[in-house]
Protein backbone atom coordinates (compact mmCIF):
# COMPACT_ATOMS: atom_id res chain seq x y z
CA UNK A 1 0.00 0.00 0.00
CA UNK A 2 2.79 2.53 0.91
CA UNK A 3 5.02 1.77 -2.42
CA UNK A 4 1.91 2.76 -4.27
CA UNK A 5 1.08 6.24 -2.79
CA UNK A 6 4.65 6.54 -2.86
CA UNK A 7 4.44 6.00 -6.78
CA UNK A 8 1.11 8.18 -7.09
CA UNK A 9 2.95 10.95 -5.56
CA UNK A 10 5.90 10.85 -7.76
CA UNK A 11 3.37 10.93 -10.63
CA UNK A 12 1.74 13.68 -9.48
CA UNK A 13 4.80 15.75 -8.67
CA UNK A 14 6.05 14.73 -12.29
CA UNK A 15 3.23 15.91 -14.09
CA UNK A 16 3.23 19.20 -11.81
CA UNK A 17 6.70 19.84 -13.26
CA UNK A 18 6.18 18.70 -16.56
CA UNK A 19 2.67 21.35 -16.57
CA UNK A 20 4.86 24.35 -15.28
CA UNK A 21 7.26 24.02 -17.89
CA UNK A 22 5.39 23.41 -20.78
CA UNK A 23 3.30 26.52 -18.97
CA UNK A 24 6.81 28.69 -19.34
CA UNK A 25 7.77 27.51 -22.57
CA UNK A 26 4.73 27.07 -24.56
CA UNK A 27 3.51 30.08 -27.04
CA UNK A 28 4.92 32.68 -29.24
CA UNK A 29 8.01 35.08 -27.82
CA UNK A 30 8.54 38.50 -29.19
CA UNK A 31 12.26 39.69 -29.16
CA UNK A 32 13.53 42.81 -28.75
CA UNK A 33 16.59 44.66 -28.52
CA UNK A 34 16.67 47.78 -26.21
CA UNK A 35 19.33 50.31 -25.81
CA UNK A 36 18.97 52.29 -22.59
CA UNK A 37 21.14 55.53 -21.88
CA UNK A 38 20.77 57.19 -18.11
CA UNK A 39 23.26 59.76 -16.60
CA UNK A 40 25.85 59.55 -19.39
CA UNK A 41 25.88 55.60 -19.42
CA UNK A 42 24.26 52.93 -21.99
CA UNK A 43 23.63 49.38 -21.89
CA UNK A 44 21.56 46.93 -24.70
CA UNK A 45 19.93 44.74 -23.78
CA UNK A 46 18.10 41.58 -26.45
CA UNK A 47 14.90 40.27 -24.60
CA UNK A 48 11.98 37.52 -25.61
CA UNK A 49 8.66 37.69 -23.74
CA UNK A 50 4.78 36.55 -24.43
CA UNK A 51 3.71 39.84 -25.07
CA UNK A 52 5.47 42.99 -26.55
CA UNK A 53 5.27 45.33 -23.63
CA UNK A 54 6.52 42.60 -21.24
CA UNK A 55 9.67 42.29 -23.95
CA UNK A 56 10.26 46.00 -23.87
CA UNK A 57 9.99 46.50 -20.16
CA UNK A 58 12.16 43.78 -19.42
CA UNK A 59 14.86 44.71 -21.42
CA UNK A 60 14.46 48.32 -19.94
CA UNK A 61 14.85 46.45 -16.72
CA UNK A 62 17.81 44.43 -17.42
CA UNK A 63 19.83 47.37 -19.38
CA UNK A 64 19.14 49.61 -16.76
CA UNK A 65 20.48 47.32 -14.22
CA UNK A 66 23.44 47.17 -15.82
CA UNK A 67 24.46 50.75 -15.76
CA UNK A 68 22.49 51.99 -12.17
CA UNK A 69 23.38 51.54 -8.79
CA UNK A 70 20.71 52.16 -5.97
CA UNK A 71 17.11 52.33 -5.73
CA UNK A 72 16.80 56.11 -7.04
CA UNK A 73 18.88 55.67 -9.90
CA UNK A 74 17.00 52.47 -11.43
CA UNK A 75 13.31 53.97 -10.77
CA UNK A 76 14.87 57.25 -12.68
CA UNK A 77 16.70 54.79 -15.37
CA UNK A 78 13.27 52.27 -15.63
CA UNK A 79 11.08 55.40 -16.35
CA UNK A 80 13.12 56.94 -19.02
CA UNK A 81 12.67 56.47 -22.24
CA UNK A 82 14.86 53.67 -24.35
CA UNK A 83 16.86 55.52 -26.95
CA UNK A 84 16.37 52.36 -29.71
CA UNK A 85 14.14 49.91 -30.05
CA UNK A 86 14.54 47.33 -32.20
CA UNK A 87 12.09 44.01 -33.13
CA UNK A 88 13.69 40.87 -33.80
CA UNK A 89 10.26 39.09 -34.47
CA UNK A 90 8.49 36.52 -33.14
CA UNK A 91 8.66 33.57 -33.03
CA UNK A 92 6.64 30.22 -32.13
CA UNK A 93 8.15 27.90 -29.33
CA UNK A 94 7.44 23.91 -29.52
Known amino acids: MNKKIGV ?3 LLV ?3 IVL ?3 S ?3 GTRHRVRVCVAYNGRTA ?3 VAA ?4 SAVRSAVNNACADITSGVTEVMGCEGSKPTSVTWLGATAKP
Open 8 to 10: LVA
Open 14 to 16: FGF
Open 20 to 22: VLY
Open 24 to 26: TMA
Open 44 to 46: CKT
Open 50 to 53: KSEE
